[in-house]
């Protein structure tokens, strides 16, 4: 099974998640921004960092890479797709999820080891994941707002995949770690599930689940 | 056709917390000044178009803010012409 991971100009979190698919058994395919060529992938992983400098929302320019386009596309046919930290700004701002990323609300970049509630494995991302997780959360611009009635119908909906628990680090409204969309196809999520894929670099390996997850869905599809 | 300058204001809906916006209000006091009563902190654009006429140069302006200068699920904005 091929993931292909975007790498937009500022990405950072490119190579861990190339590393990531590899490990859980899959196939890392590099793909550029600039290039709406999606190279016959199975999912696509759209990686943190700041593409393009976070220049006037984190997120609001990725949306125009010629890349961006196809990933739209593909996404709205059904194809998986997971946004990581910048990659869940670049998904909301795209309009592939609701609400939006904004400052963190005691302005701090917050990194650290996060313990996460598995609220839904009815996704591509989330079916071979434990109830709980520790991953790390490294972000400044990782608080999740919505209106009451956008946050009552992804409740309702079953479509928070992931609360903080153990404090909430930026903020987020009703403490929203990631979501996806009525599918469940397309998933965001804040911390980094490509960052506890190895024992040696990272609090463990429950971030593994998030790929292995996906692979088994493509195998089963 | 001539060109005409538009002012762009975003600013973050109210019901949106703005940390910036209270941080700065939390610094003020310490400087000396009065603590206000609320900050809130925005983004400000000039766009310079070509249009046929004023209203047409709001109007194009109006949409750029609404598709990209601006993110109409946390933001309000403005345009007037400068």
């Not at chain 1, 990272?202 to 997850?213: A, M, Q």
């Not at chain 2, 973050?12 to 310490?30: F, H, M, W």
């Given at each position: 099974m091929k993931i292909g991971v975007v790498t937009f100009p500022g990405s950072l979190d490119d190579r861990d998640a190339q590393r990531a698919v590899r490990l859980a058994?899959?196939?890392?395919?590099?793909?550029?921004?600039?290039?709406?060529?999606?190279?016959?992938?199975?999912?696509?992983?759209?990686?943190?960092?700041?593409?393009?400098?976070?220049?006037?929302?984190?997120g609001a320019i990725a949306r125009f890479a010629p890349a961006m386009g196809s990933v739209v596309d593909a996404a709205k046919g059904g194809m998986p797709v997971l946004g990581i930290c910048n990659g869940f700004q670049v998904l909301c701002e795209s309009?592939?999820?609701?609400?939006?990323?904004?400052?963190?609300?005691?302005?701090?970049?917050?990194?650290?080891?996060?313990?996460?509630?598995?609220?839904?494995k009815a996704t591509a991302w989330t079916s071979d994941l434990?109830?709980?997780?520790?991953?790390?959360?490294?972000?400044?611009?990782?608080s999740y707002v919505a209106d009451e009635k956008t946050l009552d119908a992804l409740q309702e909906q079953g479509r928070v995949v992931a609360y903080y628990e153990?404090?909430?680090?930026?903020?987020?409204?009703?403490?929203?770690?990631?979501?996806?969309?009525?599918?469940?196809?397309?998933v965001g999520v804040m911390p980094h599930p490509?960052?506890?894929?190895?024992?040696?670099?990272?609090?463990?390996?429950?971030?593994?689940?998030?790929?292995?997850?996906?692979?088994?869905t493509l195998v089963q599809a | 056709m001539p060109v005409h300058k538009v002012v762009?204001?975003?600013?973050?809906?109210?019901?949106?917390?703005?940390?910036?916006?209270?941080?700065?209000?939390?610094?003020?006091?310490?400087?000396?000044?009065?603590?206000?009563?609320s900050?809130?902190?925005?983004?400000?654009?000039?766009?310079?178009?070509d249009a046929a006429g004023p209203d047409e140069a709001l109007e194009q302006v109006a949409k750029m803010a609404e598709v990209l200068l601006a993110n109409p699920v946390i933001e309000d904005f403005s345009v007037r012409l400068a």
């Open positions: 058994g899959g196939e890392a395919v590099a793909l550029w921004h600039g290039d709406a060529d999606l190279r016959g992938v199975d999912a696509v992983v759209l990686p943190g960092g700041f593409s393009y400098g976070d220049y006037l929302r984190a309009h592939l999820l609701p609400g939006a990323l904004t400052r963190n609300q005691h302005l701090h970049f917050v990194n650290r080891d996060q313990r996460l509630r598995i609220a839904s434990p109830d709980e997780v520790v991953i790390p959360v490294k972000n400044g611009e990782g153990g404090g909430n680090p930026n903020g987020s409204l009703r403490a929203i770690a990631g979501i996806a969309n009525e599918r469940g196809n397309v490509e960052h506890a894929v190895e024992e040696l670099t990272g609090p463990g390996t429950d971030g593994l689940g998030f790929f292995t997850s996906v692979l088994k | 762009v204001d975003i600013l973050l809906k109210p019901e949106i917390l703005d940390p910036q916006g209270q941080a700065v209000a939390n610094a003020l006091p310490s400087l000396g000044f009065a603590a206000p009563v900050v809130r902190i925005g983004k400000h654009a000039e766009v310079e178009v």
